[in-house]
């Protein structure tokens, strides 16, 4: 089985700037970022993971 990308870039990030232009690593950077971010909140607020149901905010939005 060949090597995954993205597990030779966590290992080396040289790497990714080599095989990467600026807006690809952006790309895959800001997402990362974003969702440590919300779970860094979560964590403040003491939000259980996975108490989400589909539909809770229905009542908000219309």
Known sequence: MAPVAGA????????AVSWSDDDQIAALVYPVAMINAATRLNVIVRQ????????MFDAAVN
């Open 8 to 15: 030779r870039c966590y290992a080396n990030p040289v790497a």
């Open 48 to 55: 259980q993971g996975g108490s989400y149901e589909v539909g």
